[in-house]
């Protein structure tokens, strides 16, 4: 009611039209209102009630559910009210006003009201929900509008429209449902009436007058149509007059939505950067502003009084900002001669420019610069500087005496000057921002902040130390005591500031201290200094809380990090500084580079050295700057892993056989981690129950059947558990008064745990054998077996009636018996045995009841003392063996009489052997324990054995008379005998039933080996180990029971992706009568590629024990069909094929091997599976009927448990007439046929004359209905949303303004009614084991329990005190007697309660206490198995998503949010920003920015490893390098945004470290590690020209030293623990805590020979080149990398292009100068080179071996043809492009082709300093030439000018020759220059300059290198400079083109030799896959490439043959036959 009420009232959409409704009928569903009142039910009262476990009345906890939801809810718009200044309601408006004016106003009505108002406004508020202070100004407006909030709230209790009234009225049961039977049955009627009473459909907003009139007349239409139906006259009036409503969405969010997709999305396709345009988060954060707020309200008509606190409106706030946007004119009234002003219309325009003139600006700027990322790393960038600089000074400044003290002082100047460049970079980057205070008011106009401050400190500084130096204060040392105050200050402040965040002004402290002197002319004039650059206070953005961390993890991380500086600072002196000491003073001293003439001997006065001397030092200087990252994982990953060891008691099982061992104490672990306390004790009361025989009479299933139960039991919903049948059973046996005194198995304690264990872990094993991860035979090795009981059922001892697992016994016996010891796994298994063969003995009669007690009592001696004795058990075990393969035997139907009297022979004579086994055993025992007990209280331990054997020996005389005499033998198995039962004409019963599943059970025992009885598939033993490995992780805590569990709902989203693998994409586009159509894009299993391999036949390969596991499973229609298993192809599943039948499960199976959305439904779909199975376990049946029961556990599960697939082009692909969106749609409703909990949402569009109207749809199945029927989903709920009304094709994309993805998510999260979200993406995975902890991670959001203790708290005397600021005040006075009778209150009398008592709670989230916000798990990699590149690929997640995250945790604090599988809070995220940011183009990474925003606002992220979830990765290397680019071009976005300045800004500095290095810091470092390796190359180089490789040593200038001592320590090592290298250290340690050291060793190797190294080389070119492209340039985008199978060949063209300029071009570079260094004579070669060498090769490497058959020689020839026709711009089939339009894409970026630089001149000064080091080698090779006769420069100017002037002559003829079609004569003229230009060059180097004494090779070489360098030069400096110039831009396109000429010939040499030696060929592919895979490619390619298709295509044909065969011959059997007699009559 309250809902419909202020719905109506508002504008909300109450009803849209079903898209599918015929002419004939329109079907309406329901919209908002509908959706707002079932998600606020879901909260309210299927789990905030539910979770209450008071004892008050259900009325009464629905009261305290509102109190509770609504302060969780709005303790967000608190925040908000009180960061702008506002009050949270109009004074009037207040519930003390409202019940003071209007009477009995129930307040907790009133505050249902608020959140039924909010969540109408967060349901309909579209992309307005990525801005929730925005969302909260709107609410607000609504909440504090006078004539409307006061029309519909705060009614009195006994108002009609009451809620209160509806909670007590029958009438009102139905109404929800009753409305849509009114809308749809009266839709004609209701038409009708609208139209007569002039009523838009989609509503409008009319004042209070005409509402009523229209009421008025509806009614008594209406009344006519209904007569004497109050309710129903009600709800169709509402309908008539508010229509079906939407005038909230046209009016208010509709022009928002317009402003965002003009800024969002509109201005990104026009290529303007993110600086310059509008993002969500500027739209929030402008009503962030009080200055703002107060700016916007005044223009609705609201003036605020902040001294006084009041609220002065002219206007109603709601009505105004409705007018927003109308048109109209000022008329004259001729009555009263006065201007009146007449409204004509709406204009959404007028809207939108109000929105952006008054309300929105630009608050943050995003400008692409290193000054923005630096001023966010500030701290650690100027901490490293200090240290570097602090080394120089100890290197050569220390050594003299004098002035050492002042060249150490000169670090203060850097601190000062450091801190004064931050604020010259925030002026810079923030110039524009004229409105916002970012970082303190500005001094001068718009810029100088925080410039003044340290200019004046620096100023100061300065003239203190000149004054020192030129000792201007004689004998006063001023420095120093500047200096050292400047330095306490600082160190001061960041001891004392340092938790609470980083605070940068020196001045602010200053001021602090003088304050707390009192000193306060000091304290305002250090104030009004530095207030420019104080840490702000939080004005533009809502972060009022601090972001502390615990007094516990601030010190762990501190310590964490000081050991990383440690082994930093230590690595750093003596490895990289101390070592180039002397290397540095002999270059400075002693160099020689162009300072010397050599021929006149002077000096020439330019000397260079110093820059020989920087080149030196620079690979140092880098160095220091990235190597914490290395130091960081080193000591994280042994800090992880002792974490993991210690903490997790990770590595518990590493294998199956450990699980062996420890499984017997798995029930227990069940028991205390996965099993709540109340449903422990439910079990507990159950068995109490049955054992007083007190159930009410009958159990749910006393009255059934066997067969019936045994039907139940194996359904799949209504399943019943086998320890429900134990209690059932136990209950019908204490029912018969014979068996009272009976043994029962329930008299065993631990009975009731191991029975429910072995029902989830049998069901949880089902589950992986309907998956086919496991075969029959391993399934039976695997589960429980379980014995049905009755009234005949013997109970042993010891015995469970269930059996251990077969695998529990795997080899055990043998072991036992050779080895025994007291391993407790043996006990456990010999005891489960003598159980089992005594169970047999007794059930078979041979043994009676006297006689079971003396044989499970009886102690054998434990190990053998004689050999004899050891013979004679394994000959027991023997027999035992036989005698259970006897038994089965003798039962075995089909059994002749004689074979029958044999089996009972051998089974006598087996019984013989045991008895003299036992026999001999127990003579044993008395022979050593001679003594019999004294007594029954005999408490010896050799007497009771002694008196055990006794027993024993008795009970065997009686077996020896019975059945070892041949007589009585022959009366015992006769007719009559107790072993009749067994015969197979027997009527089958429980004994019967027990003693055949026993013996079969037994006889596995005894038989099964320890390797024989484990799965053979990896995933099965993965999943089994982790899962028994989680019970021992001691996180894992008890949970509460499934009503105290908070709900959650799993949302993916799903754009285009594969939802189901189809089996032959030509009988799709068959199957949609789309034929001829494209049918390239649907996935298929038999469509081959180039190689001719399918699909199919590479998951055959791959996963060859599954396929066998799925045709054992299909075994049955196999032999129906008369095939062989081993024949089975997918063609036999084909239409019309054998197994046509079972196609979808073939399909499955495909699928649930690939990333399909269909593995993903399917795996979280086992989160209701488990639900269901944890509700059934923990509320046992108390007695009502099975169909009761089972509605209330589904409706239990229903509550805690929802999913919704976010499938966005669902409602398109379901209409569109392309075969794979068609097929797309087909498979989401077989998942929803197929998963009837699952629901699905859409977005639909719907075309009009005016616009594109979308819709948000939710479906689900419609039961009953087929597939193929369109009518085949039923709508739940149908949002129209806001039209994107832009003039651009760009409108088409609706909503989805920003990126898809979180677009996506945004639009689907209305229907996510749980309290938390878990966050899935469409390629991950989950099985039943996992599911079953998922209760124990939602509870660590640590909700709150309500019981009668904490009620009583509550209501205590400190409640109020201790529930901090935000309490909850609940006002109760109903349930206050209550407690009082129940003595829960003793300090409250009853005479005390006469009003209402107020109990006070903490809210929930609450936000003073850093509540959890969001919740991270493990996942496992299910790819890795899909070849090398996916084992890489899941080797760096699984670091990162174990080691990493854990250190990142803790201490780090620095864990956030990384997309999948986490959970968040979301009543939380619901009210701060969602789950993901949305920016187009900028918020690339957008889970990772939610992390950033809650964290931000308060919330606390944990990360949990005792669960995990599948994920799948990319397998192929280009979708592998695309998602780095994409997470590199995101971080790039990331670093310039305001999330991480203000994250970078406010941790403090340890924390800040953690996020440096685990975030942001580690691309910024992957550039660096990238630039070192050039740094390193090019400073060797440059020495080696200079030829200053050897100098005197300063210390002795009579030796030399190299001025390369320690380089090869100092880089060499750097680089190869960096590049990729150190993410092995963690990998490493992870594989070893938890898999061990053998499997780490042996996957470490393998995974190095399939070239590792070279893939985590070339990805960290990838990290650095995109990283640094997208800082430069931005323009980083979502990258769709498709996560299919790589089994197909890239051409070189593909991948050329893909990689020239990004990586190979930087080898290039790097092989050039390698092989220039040996040509210099460069003596240490090898120790300073190899790791260049590895980088410049593996680069090299990388994408030709991981491109598969790129070694096979017919590939590399139609490669090389392709690549020629390329290179002569034909386009490329593949590419699609010619050369030429490639090579301008590429340089666009650099020329700025687009005009999307923000500063031009930026780009170009970059682009000529990166020129410089190659300027500066080009002048090292001219100095360089040696020996030679005339000047070098003359000699460089000769050859060169030659060379030029040839190629520039070729030019020009090929120019003239060509465009006259001279072609022969270009051909001769081209020869002959060339042939000349050799002559020349030859000549040049032999006899010029003087006859027998030329340049020389070496010189020449240089002189090549040279120009080389120098025409590279210059051809960065036209690209840079001169972009726009056509003769610029066309010599840099030649100059290109040469060089891809050039690269692309020196590939093809390499690729061509490798592929002649064809061995490469098959190394790679059975390296890169398998060797079965290989061998099925060598078939292919023996067979032709359309092998598989051709076979897909015979069998048809085949199978058409038959046909036409068996047609024919029946045929002609029917003309053979003789013809029929006629019939007599």
């Known amino acids: 009611m309250v809902v419909r009420r202020l719905g109506r009232h508002f504008g909300f959409q109450a009803f849209n039209l079903d898209s599918r409704s015929d002419r004939t009928k329109n079907v309406y569903t329901p919209a908002t209102i509908f959706l707002v009142t079932d998600h606020l039910h879901h909260l309210l009262v299927r789990n905030y009630m539910r979770r209450d476990k008071t004892s008050a009345a259900d009325e009464e906890k629905f009261v305290r559910a509102v109190y509770r939801l609504h302060a969780g809810i709005f ?253 109209g004119q000022a008329l004259r009234s001729q009555a009263t001669n006065q201007e009146v002003y007449s409204r004509t219309g709406w204009n959404y325009k007028n809207a939108v420019a109000w929105w952006k003139k008054k309300v929105f600006g630009k608050t943050f700027v995003e400008r692409r610069s290193w000054l923005t990322m630096g001023r966010a790393f500030f701290r650690v960038w100027m901490f490293l500087i200090l240290e570097f600089q602090t080394m120089c000074l100890f290197l050569w400044a220390w050594d003299y005496e004098k002035y050492r003290w002042y060249w150490m002082s000169t670090l203060v100047g850097t601190h000062a000057f450091g801190n004064l460049c931050y604020e010259i970079a925030g002026a810079w980057t923030q110039r524009g921002t004229k409105d916002v205070r970012l970082h303190g008011s500005p001094f001068w106009k718009y810029h100088a902040r925080g410039v003044l401050e340290w200019l004046i400190i620096l100023a100061v500084l300065a003239l203190c130390f000149v004054s020192q130096w030129l000792n201007y204060f004689d004998g006063l040392y001023l420095w120093w005591y500047v200096a050292g105050a400047y ?106 580079w162009m300072g010397y003439n050599a021929e006149t001997g002077e000096d020439t006065g330019y000397d260079l050295d110093i820059i020989l001397c920087i080149g030196r030092v620079i690979p140092g200087f880098i160095v220091i700057m990235n190597d914490m990252q290395i130091f960081y994982y080193i000591v994280g990953a042994f800090v992880g892993g002792l974490k993991g060891l210690l903490q997790l008691n990770l590595g518990s099982i590493t294998s199956f056989q450990e699980l062996v061992l420890t499984f017997h104490k798995a029930p227990q672990y069940w028991g205390q981690r996965c099993l709540s306390r109340e449903g422990k004790m439910n079990i507990q009361d159950r068995v109490k129950k049955v054992m007083n025989n007190d159930v009410n009479g009958s159990s749910a299933h006393a009255f059934e059947t066997k067969t019936e139960a045994m039907r139940r039991r194996h359904s799949p919903n209504d399943a019943a558990l086998y320890s429900e049948h134990v209690f059932d059973a136990t209950a019908s046996i204490l029912s018969n008064p014979q068996r009272k005194n009976a043994r029962l198995h329930l008299q065993d304690n631990d009975l009731p745990l191991w029975l429910t264990f072995a029902d989830v872990w049998n069901t949880a094993v089902q589950e992986l054998r309907d998956l086919d991860l496991i075969s029959n035979k391993e399934q039976g090795c695997l589960k429980f077996v379980d014995l049905y009981l009755d009234d005949e059922t013997s109970v042993v001892p010891g015995m469970k009636p269930i059996m251990l697992p077969i695998f529990f016994y795997g080899g055990q016996v043998t072991r036992a018996i050779e080895s025994p010891g007291d391993d407790p796994t043996q006990g456990v298994v010999l005891s489960e045995i003598r159980s089992l063969l005594v169970y047999l003995l007794a059930q078979t009669g041979i043994i009676s009841e006297s006689q079971v007690k003396a044989f499970c009592e009886f102690e054998p001696e434990k190990k053998a003392g004689k050999l004899e004795q050891k013979l004679m ?81 008795k009970a065997l005389e009686g077996i020896e008379a019975k059945c070892l005499d041949s007589m009585e033998w022959n009366k015992f198995w006769g007719e009559e005998g107790a072993l009749n039962f067994l015969f197979a004409e027997s009527e089958e019963t429980v004994a019967r039933t027990n003693v055949r599943k026993v013996a079969l059970h037994l006889h596995m025992m005894l038989n099964s080996s320890a390797k024989g009885s484990q799965p053979r598939g990896e995933e099965a033993v993965r999943i089994l180990s982790f899962f028994m490995g989680s019970m021992k992780n001691p996180t894992l805590q008890s949970p509460p029971s499934l009503d105290e569990m908070l709900s959650w709902t799993v949302l993916t989203p799903h754009y285009h992706e594969d939802v189901l693998y189809a089996l032959n994409r030509k009988e799709v586009a068959t199957y949609f009568g789309m034929q001829g159509s494209d049918v390239s894009k649907v996935s298929d299993l038999v469509n081959p590629n180039d190689d001719g391999v399918t699909v199919m036949a590479w998951l055959r390969s791959n996963y060859s024990h599954d396929w066998d596991n799925m045709l054992e499973r299909l075994k049955p229609a196999l032999t129906k069909a008369n095939i062989d298993a081993k024949s089975v192809r997918e063609a036999d599943f084909d239409e019309g094929a054998p197994l046509a039948a079972h196609r979808m499960e073939l399909l499955q199976w495909a699928s649930y091997r690939g990333q399909h959305l269909s593995r993903t439904v399917r795996g979280m779909m086992a989160y209701e599976k488990a639900l269901r199975l944890l509700a059934k376990i923990e509320n046992p049946n108390p007695g009502v009927s099975a169909l009761r029961y089972n509605s209330s556990i589904d409706d239990l599960v229903r509550s805690k448990f929802s999913y919704v697939v976010a499938s966005q082009n669902y409602g398109k692909a379901r209409k569109s007439g392309k075969p794979e969106q068609r097929w797309l749609a087909r498979g989401v409703e077989m998942l929803l046929h197929q998963h009837p909990g699952l629901r699905v949402a859409f977005l639909e569009d719907k075309k009009t004359a005016s616009a594109n109207i979308q819709y948000s749809v939710l479906i689900r199945a419609r039961h009953g209905t087929p597939i193929n029927d369109p009518q085949c989903t039923e709508e739940l709920y149908r949002i129209r949303l806001p039209v994107n009304r832009l003039q651009s094709s760009e409108s088409e994309r609706g909503i989805i303004l920003g990126e898809g993805k979180p677009e996506n998510q945004n639009a689907s999260i209305i229907y996510c009614f749980g309290e938390a979200i878990q966050a899935i993406d469409m390629n991950q995975d989950n099985y039943l084991f996992e599911a079953l902890k998922m209760r124990n991670l939602i509870h660590e959001f640590n909700p709150p329990r309500y019981t009668d203790d904490t009620w009583k708290t509550a209501i205590g005397p400190y409640a109020r005190r201790n529930c901090g600021p935000d309490k909850v005040a609940i006002k109760t006075k109903a349930e206050v007697t209550k407690l009082i009778e129940n003595g829960h209150a003793p300090s409250l009398q009853m005479e005390d309660v006469t009003t209402d008592i107020i109990a006070y709670e903490r809210p929930w989230p609450d936000m003073r206490s850093m509540p959890v916000t969001l919740i991270g798990f493990r996942e496992w990699i299910f790819s890795q198995d899909s070849g090398a590149l996916a084992s890489f690929a899941a080797a760096t997640e699984f670091t990162f998503g174990s080691m990493v995250q854990r250190i990142m945790t803790w201490p780090g604090g620095v864990r956030f949010h990384y997309g999948h599988p986490d959970l968040w809070n979301k009543l939380f995220v619901m009210t701060r920003g969602g789950v993901s940011k949305a920016t187009r183009g900028f918020h690339i990474s957008e889970d990772v920015f939610a992390g950033y925003n809650h964290v931000l606002r308060g919330g606390k992220v944990k990360f949990k490893e005792y669960i995990s979830c599948g994920k799948g990765r990319d397998m192929g290397f280009d979708s592998i390098n695309s998602f780095e680019s994409k997470v590199s071009g995101g971080n790039g976005e990331q670093v310039m945004s305001r999330d991480v300045y203000r994250l970078g800004t406010h941790f403090d500095f340890f924390r800040l470290l953690a996020f440096y290095h685990s975030g942001p810091g580690f691309f910024i470092n992957s550039y660096l590690v990238m630039l070192s390796v050039y740094a390193n190359i090019w400073m060797l180089t440059l ?232 300027a500066v080698l080009t002048l090292g090779s001219i100095t360089g030439l040696e020996n030679t006769t005339w000047n070098k420069w003359a000699i460089f100017g000769v050859i060169t000018g030659v060379f ?104 093809f040499f390499w690729i061509f030799l490798f592929s002649f030696l064809k061995v490469f060929d098959w190394v790679q592919t059975t390296l890169l896959y398998n060797i079965k895979f290989q061998e099925k490619l060598d078939q292919a390619r023996m067979l032709g490439s359309n092998n598989y298709m051709s076979l897909y295509i015979d069998r048809s044909l085949e199978r058409n043959n038959n046909n036409i065969r068996k047609e024919f011959q029946e045929k002609y059997a029917r003309m053979q036959a003789p013809p029929s007699q006629p019939t007599l009559v």
């Not at 000193?519 to 601090?546: H, K, N, V």
């Not at 058990?873 to 089965?888: H, Y």
């Not at 209280?937 to 009771?944: G, H, V």
């Open 1583 to 1814: 020495l080696a020209l200079t030829n200053n490789q050897e100098l005197a040593d300063p210390n002795d200038p009579t030796q030399v030293i190299s001025t390369l001592t320690g380089q090869s320590t100092s880089v060499a090592v750097q680089q190869l623990v960096q590049i990729g290298m150190f993410s092995i250290v963690t990998y490493a340690i992870e594989l070893l805590l938890e898999y061990g050291l053998i499997h780490t060793l042996a996957t470490l190797i393998h995974q190095i020979i399939q070239g590792s190294i070279a893939f985590f080389v070339f990805r960290t070119r990838t990290t650095a080149k995109y990283f640094l492209k997208d800082v430069q340039y931005g323009g980083a985008q979502y990258v769709a990398t498709g996560r299919g199978y790589q089994l197909h060949h890239n051409s070189f063209v593909r991948v050329y292009s893909t990689y020239s300029r990004t990586h190979l071009y930087y080898a290039a570079e790097l092989l050039l100068l390698l092989i220039l260094l040996p040509l210099l004579g460069w003596n240490q070669y090898a120790a300073t080179t190899w790791s260049t060498w590895l980088v410049c090769v593996s680069l090299f490497w990388a994408p030709f071996w991981f491109n598969p058959s790129a070694f096979r020689l017919q590939n590399t020839s139609d490669d090389f043809e392709s690549w020629q026709l390329w290179m002569r711009d034909v386009v490329d089939t593949d590419i699609k492009k010619t050369w030429s339009a490639w090579n301008k894409e590429e340089l666009a970026k650099h020329r700025n082709d687009r005009q999307e630089q923000s500063n031009p001149l930026a780009t170009s000064i970059r682009g000529i300093l990166g020129a410089l080091p190659t």
């Open 873 to 953: 058990r394994n000959k027991a075990i023997e027999s035992v063996s036989k005698l259970c393969k006897c038994i089965q035997g003798i039962m075995a139907p089909d059994q002749s009489t004689l074979t029958q009297n044999e089996k009972f022979k051998d089974l006598r004579n087996i019984l013989k052997n045991l008895y003299d086994t036992a026999s001999y055993e127990a003579q044993i025992v008395l022979s050593k324990h001679k003594s019999p007990p004294r007594g029954a209280s005999e408490s010896n331990p050799s007497r009771l054995k002694h008196g055990k054997a006794v027993a024993m020996m």
């Open 75 to 327: 303790q967000a718009y608190k925040d908000w009210c009180k960061h702008v200044g506002l009050m949270e309601r109009l004074q009037e408006l207040e519930y003390a006003s409202m019940l003071r004016e209007r009477g009995n106003v129930l307040e907790w009505e009133y505050l249902l009201e608020e959140l039924s108002l909010y969540f109408l406004v967060y349901t309909e508020a579209s992309n307005v929900r990525h801005c929730p202070e925005l969302l909260w100004f709107l609410f607000w407006v609504m909440r504090n509008s006078k004539n409307r909030a006061a029309a519909v709230m705060g009614l009195p209790c006994t108002h009609p429209n009451s809620a209160n009234q509806a909670i007590y009225s029958e009438e009102y049961r139905a109404v929800v449902r009753k409305q849509i039977h009114l809308r749809n049955k009266y839709d004609a009627e209701i038409t009708m009436m609208r139209r007569d009473l002039h009523v838009s459909p989609n509503g409008d907003y009319k004042d209070d007058r005409e509402l009523e009139s229209i009421k008025a007349e509806a009614v008594r239409s209406i009344r006519n149509l209904l007569p004497n139906m109050r309710l129903e006259t009600d709800l169709m009036v509402d309908m008539v007059a508010y229509g079906d409503s939407g005038s909230f969405l046209d009016r208010v969010i509709e022009p928002i939505f317009n402003y965002f997709a003009l800024e969002v999305l509109e201005k990104k396709m026009q290529g303007k950067d993110i600086q310059a345009r509008v993002a969500y988060d500027d739209c929030n954060e402008s009503l962030c502003s009080k200055e703002m707020v107060k700016r916007v309200l005044s223009d609705l008509g609201i003036k605020i009084n902040m001294r006084r606190k009041r609220i002065f409106m002219n206007n109603d706030p709601y009505d105004t900002l409705l007018s927003v946007g109308e048109e």
């Open 487 to 592: 330095t306490g200050i600082v160190v001061f402040q960041a001891i004392f500031s340092q938790r609470d965040g980083y605070c940068i002004s020196i001045t602010n402290s200053i001021a602090y201290l003088f304050r707390a002197c009192k000193l306060y002319p000091f304290a305002w004039l250090f104030d009004f200094i530095g207030r420019s650059s104080a840490r702000p206070p939080a004005e533009q953005y809502l972060a009022p809380y601090q972001l502390k961390v615990g007094w516990g993890t601030y010190l762990s991380n501190a310590v964490f990090w000081i050991l990383v500086l440690a082994a930093k600072i230590a690595f750093d002196w003596f490895a990289v500084m101390y070592t180039m000491k002397d290397a540095v003073i002999a270059l400075f001293n002693y160099g020689s």
């Open 1844 to 1947: 030029w002037f040839v190629v520039l002559g070729l030019g020009l003829t090929h120019r003239i020759l060509i465009t006259r079609t001279h072609y022969r004569i270009w051909r001769l003229f081209r020869t002959l220059a060339v042939i000349c230009l050799l002559a020349f060059f030859i000549c040049a180097i032999i006899f010029v300059p003087s006859v027998g004494g030329g340049v020389g090779l070496k010189n020449f070489v240089l002189i090549v290198f040279a120009n080389f360098s120098a025409a590279a030069v210059v051809t960065q400096f036209l690209m840079y400079v001169f972009p726009r110039h056509l003769l610029s831009r066309d010599l840099v396109e030649k100059s290109f083109r040469v060089l891809d000429y050039i690269l692309g010939f020196f590939l």
